[in-house]
């Protein structure tokens, strides 16, 4: 792990900001740290060797107060300064992440994983607070204090300097080879670890089926049998990764040691003053501390910048190219030519190659297995995926030198599932901002007609609220027939030139299966250019041309 | 019981090595604070200039402190993570033993939110306490006393007032960082609830966002949450910064205390001057010390969630119908008569009076619309589910049976059977632990997967992923499928096996599961009604009643649910057919078959 990624720099400009503060505060802090031991090396050497009362030292004693109280004061800002940049980092890391995922489309981590993508960027990045407020601030002190404790020990005592000179770059060094020993090693056992978690979770989730065999008692001794395998093999790694720290922590208090020793010596001698003896005993540990801490907080650290790594991932994928040309007006016939798609890493293609022409005004039904390939078909006339072989024109023109939003802003497509939402995510969206999703402008009489054209007339007219009436959140309340024709309604009301409809697999109600097959007969009849996947005859009787989508090579 | 002390009598069985743990750790910090107040001593009796030789044994116990120091806390870690590793494993034992308890009926109310990954996160949070808050406490309240007590015994006004100092920070300093920060984090919670289901519906929702030219105000929308969230993250920075400071803070209060207390001591004799040191950085080294229970705080806080979620596995009530301890006797079919069953919290009853029987060697279907109780009837006769009326199976009710023992004698296939992240061999054996290669291959056989295990160079040891992931579904289902068969029971149920798999793969498992249980005693329960005609008998069951029962031809003639949803299904292979004739990759126009 790299202490300070540079691409956290590049994507949350606010880092620097933080960086820049930290180091300040840093600077600051390390002064603080030397004015106290001065103060309070002073205050001791002023009572025993002078023989000062309390009120002779009073002010020094007020001065060691103050600075204590300061530093507490300082690091407190730190973490304040901390807690707020990490806040606007989070932010601008999730704007861009989402922003990116978003365009990336339904094949890119948005439509894959959507929950793993929201826990990322939500509870994952909140991992990024202990980075800022306990890491990054650490790592600046592990550099500053030392230098300025090594530079200020250098006018008091030659010698301890050069023994913390020393050691202190040792530290570091120690943690890399010890580091790089076991690198490879304790990788090996997080992995083992992740497998026990996993083989207790397995058992947890087949527990149903275990029962069924009469297997689920017995496992829990299994439970504890490969538990206790995996910790003597997990104890034996961290005995020798444990090692860095105690190299680390030998090293820091064996050389506070030697300094406070050697500087004892010396003063009986008579060849250093009291007063430098305690300052330098009093600074050597503090030129060690911020190292030590720097290595307690690696692990919270290493868990933000783990999920920071991952955003900087989506980050990095390239959105696919958007053509720049404009969609002419009017009619649109859409040119299919052996057009064929193959998902990278994969032998078989997952569309074979697929040749039609869809004519305005005409309806073309796409028929095939399920996981034949015709998700794969619309997805590409969506452009959502370039084409590996062959081509899409839409008169005439390549639909990769089309501007996408021109393009979609002609099509009326209806999902198989379509998710009813309003274009401001509010929890329970009314009938009327769900169909205008996307056409904002429609005015209520268009949203109604729409409604009308997807055969919702007569139920929506018996809702008391109309129009307005809330759906659920999660689209119960409605029967899947209705969440199919609101979703109709929704592309209708954009006047669609192009309609693209996916036809529940599950079978509908005959009200809703015939109120579909209304409405596909009406936008062709209007001119529209209709491509729908059909899964049963009604859709087929009423097309014009059918196309068997497969996937594979063919003979 | 609090739940984190539930917990921890969970999983702190090691006692001896925790405590064990626990003391080295204190001698670890106790050397850290007696290397700095040996040093101190050693510099200021220096500089009284005495012989050379009276600072030697000073000089040997400094060295001395500094490797203890360093030896004692590494023995700590090794100690205390041996002993969290041990609580860990027992954690996980006592888990599975709850959870284990409540399979199948009580784990849905876990299952339905997000138990598997919540539960991992939960146990590995719960390393924190023994590692991030037992130990670090003990030890420090352990190194407190030792200090306390050695200032005591140098100079009894500074013992007791660094006392006081000491008790204060231990106690105000982790109750106001832990109480700031769950403030803190309960204000910021809705908000960011609020913002991840604005980010969860804009990702769910993305292809129609797109295609609908909508994904600006959608982003707009959620960038007005995130807003909302960072502003109130900045205002609660003040409260969350709070554990950075305090410890300074009592640090310094600790030492200037005891500068205000020794220097007069010092000035009228009643202390030794070269004691002033001593006693002016004990607490300097001590709060150093202490510096790390506002971070433990910190964790204790985020351990209370993952506690009382475990806690809520841990107290889950068991089915009482783990207590029947009757034992079956031959099997001679099984008689179902006026069967009720309610699932607990359920308004309704699921089953509402369901009479069938089946003979030895016999078939039956029972099917109809989802939600009609087919299911339910399937978890009855596996005795995990209470029941009133009559299940009379091996001559016995089948609440009056041991569970264990009634499932020895019926077995079943779920809609989605776990597949064990091991390898195809274990997975079958699951049936069976003491089956041959040729029993487990002649399972396979029948399963119509024995020509695709062959054909894999592992072979029977091929390892099958979490979840079953590297086999196809139907795979999956034919390998639970070996796995049923593989157990020889004498009646199975199959409940919906071909529920999650697209309608070619379906229709090929179907073919194999009837070819499988045509010389068993079987109870196929499917909404896929092709193929029924080789059922000895059809039940139709709707709203957790039968409506209606027969042969699949007394059924057709009648004319009711089962026909007409039959008639449906007929259609859809149609469609099929109509595929099956079309030349793939082309347009044509619709063929004339598709109209008739």
């Known amino acids: 792990m790299r202490p300070l990624d540079p691409r956290l720099l590049r994507y949350a400009r606010s880092t620097r900001g933080f960086m820049v503060a930290a180091v300040l505060l840093g600077v600051v802090t390390a002064i603080l740290v030397i004015l106290q031991a001065r103060a309070l090396s002073t205050v001791i050497v002023d009572v025993t060797a002078h ?101 200020t020990l250098l006018g008091q005592d030659i010698l301890s300097t050069v023994i913390v000179a020393i050691t202190i770059p040792l530290i570091p060094l120690f943690m890399i080879l010890i580091g790089m020993y076991t690198k490879s090693r304790v990788d090996r056992q997080w992995k083992t670890l992740a497998v026990l978690s996993g083989h207790f979770l397995d058992l947890v989730a087949g527990l149903p089926t275990l029962k069924i065999f009469g297997r689920a008692k017995s496992q829990a001794e299994a439970i504890a049998a490969v538990g206790d395998r995996y910790r003597s093999s997990t104890m034996g790694v961290l005995r020798i990764s444990f090692l860095s720290s105690l190299a680390l922590e030998l090293l820091a208090t064996l050389s506070v040691a030697l300094v406070a020793v050697s500087v004892g010596l010396r003063l009986a001698e008579g060849q250093m003053a009291y007063g430098v003896a305690l300052f330098v005993l009093l600074l050597a540990p503090e030129a060690y501390l911020p190292l030590r801490l720097v290595g307690q907080h690696f692990h919270a650290a290493a868990e933000g910048l783990g999920a920071a790594e991952r955003i900087f991932a989506i980050l990095e994928t390239p959105l696919p190219s958007d053509g720049g040309v404009e969609m002419p007006s009017g009619a649109v016939t859409i040119d299919v030519t052996e ?132 759906l659920n959140s999660d689209g119960s309340g409605l029967s899947r027939g209705q969440h199919q024709r609101l979703a109709i309604a929704r592309a209708l009301v954009r006047r669609p030139r192009v309609l693209l409809l996916d036809e529940p697999s599950a079978a509908l109600d005959t009200e809703s299966e015939d109120a579909v097959v209304a409405a596909v007969c009406a936008a062709a009849a209007r001119g529209c250019t209709v491509i729908v996947v059909a899964h049963r005859p009604a859709l087929v009787e009423i097309a014009d041309q059918v196309v068997r989508v497969g996937a594979g090579v063919l003979a | 019981m609090s739940p984190v002390r539930e917990l921890w009598k969970a999983m702190s069985a090691q006692r001896t090595e925790l405590a064990l743990a626990a003391f080295v750790g204190f001698l670890a910090s106790a050397s850290a604070i007696a290397l700095l107040g040996t040093s101190a001593w050693l510099i200021s009796r220096a500089a009284e200039m005495p012989p050379v030789l009276t600072l030697s044994v000073a000089a040997v116990m400094v060295r001395a402190f500094a490797l203890g120091r360093a030896v004692f806390r590494y023995l700590e870690r090794l100690l205390g993570h041996d002993a969290a590793f041990r609580g860990l494993s027992q954690l996980r034992v006592s888990l599975y033993r709850s959870l284990e308890a409540i399979t199948p009926n009580g784990l849905a109310q876990f299952t339905r939110g997000d138990l598997i990954s919540r539960l991992g996160a939960d146990v590995d949070t719960a390393v924190d306490l ?288 776990h597949i064990f992240d091991t390898t195809i061999a274990a997975n079958l054996r699951l049936g069976r632990l003491d089956s041959t290669d040729a029993e487990v291959w002649a399972a396979l056989e029948e399963a119509q997967l024995a020509e695709w295990v062959r054909g894999l160079p592992l072979g029977l040891d091929t390892e099958v992923g979490a979840f079953g992931t590297r086999l196809s579904g139907g795979q999956q289902q034919r390998l639970a499928l070996a796995r049923l068969l593989l157990a020889q029971r004498e009646l199975v149920i199959l409940d919906e096996p071909t529920e999650h798999l697209d309608a070619q793969t379906a229709e090929q498992l179907d073919r194999t599961l009837f070819a499988a249980t045509a010389s068993r005693t079987a109870i196929l329960i499917t909404h896929r009604l092709v193929g029924l005609e080789a059922a000895d008998r059809i039940y139709v069951l709707d709203g957790g009643r039968v409506i209606e029962h027969g042969t699949h031809e007394a059924l057709m003639s009648r004319d009711g649910w089962y026909a007409a949803a039959r008639r449906r299904q007929d259609e859809q292979r149609s469609m099929a057919e109509l595929i099956d004739v079309l030349p793939v990759g082309i347009g044509v126009p619709v063929p004339p078959l598709a109209r008739g």
């Open chain 1, 51 to 151: 023989g000062f009362s309390l009120s002779e030292v009073g002010g020094l004693v007020l001065a060691v107060a103050a600075l204590m109280g300061a530093r507490a004061v300082l690091s407190w800002a730190t973490e304040i300064a901390a807690f707020r940049s990490a806040a606007a980092v989070k932010e601008e890391l999730r704007t861009a992440a989402l922003t990116h995922a978003l365009a990336l489309g339904p094949n890119g981590p948005a439509g894959t994983d959507p929950a793993g993508v929201t826990t990322l960027v939500t509870r994952g990045v909140d991992a990024l607070d202990a980075y800022f407020s306990r890491y990054l601030p650490q790592l600046v002190l592990a550099v500053i204090v030392p230098i300025t404790v090594l530079l």
């Open chain 1, 339 to 470: 057009l064929g798609y193959t998902y990278a890493g994969h032998d078989e293609p997952a569309l074979a190659p697929t040749t039609f022409t869809a004519q305005p005004g005409t309806v073309t039904a796409l028929v095939g297995l399920s996981g034949g390939g015709k998700s794969t078909l619309i997805n590409v006339l969506l452009g959502f995926l370039a084409p590996t072989t062959g081509d899409v024109r839409v008169d005439g023109s390549s639909l990769a030198e089309i501007s996408s939003s021109s393009w979609r802003s002609s099509i009326g497509w209806v999902p198989q599932s379509p998710v009813l939402i309003a274009d401001d995510l509010t929890e329970n969206p009314t009938i009327a901002q769900v169909v205008r999703l996307g056409t904002p402008d429609a005015t209520d009489s268009e949203v109604r007609t729409a409604l009308a054209d997807a055969g919702l007339a007569a139920e929506i007219s018996a809702l008391p609220l109309g129009l307005d009436t809330a």
């Open chain 2, 130 to 417: 023994p590692l991030r808050i037992v130990l670090p406490w003990a030890q420090a309240i352990l190194v407190s006393i030792g200090t306390v007590a050695f200032l005591l015994w140098l100079l009894p006004t500074a013992g007791v007032v660094i006392g006081i100092v000491v008790l204060l920070a231990l106690t105000v300093m982790p109750w106001l960082v832990g109480r700031t920060a769950a403030h803190a984090e309960a204000r910021l919670a809705p908000g960011k609830a609020a913002l991840a289901n604005a980010v969860l519906a804009s990702l769910t929702a993305s292809p129609d966002l797109l295609v609908l030219g909508a994904d600006r105000p959608a982003l707009a929308a959620v960038h007005a949450h995130d807003e909302r969230v960072t502003s109130l993250g900045r205002r609660e920075s003040v409260a969350l910064g709070l554990s950075g400071g305090t410890g300074t803070l009592f640090q310094g209060l600790a030492v200037v205390a005891a500068l205000v207390i020794t220097i007069p001591a010092v000035i009228d004799g009643r202390l030794p001057a070269v004691m002033l040191a001593v006693a002016a950085l004990l607490p300097l080294a001590l709060f150093d010390v202490l510096q790390t229970l506002p971070g433990s705080a910190l964790a204790f806080h985020r351990l209370r969630g993952a506690a009382a979620r475990l806690a809520e596995i841990h107290e889950a009530p068991a089915d009482d119908s783990a207590q029947a301890t009757g034992r079956p006797g031959e099997f001679t079919g099984l008689v179902v008569d006026n069967l009720r069953a309610r699932w607990s919290g359920a308004e309704g009853d699921a089953l509402a009076g369901v009479s069938l029987s089946i003979a030895p060697g016999e078939r039956i279907a029972i099917v109809g619309p989802s939600g009609s109780g087919k299911s339910t009837l399937a978890t009855v006769l596996m005795g995990f589910l209470k029941y009133d009326g009559s299940a009379v199976t091996c001559g016995s009710e089948i609440r009056a049976l041991d569970g264990d023992d009634l499932r020895e004698r019926i077995g079943m296939m779920e809609q989605s059977s």
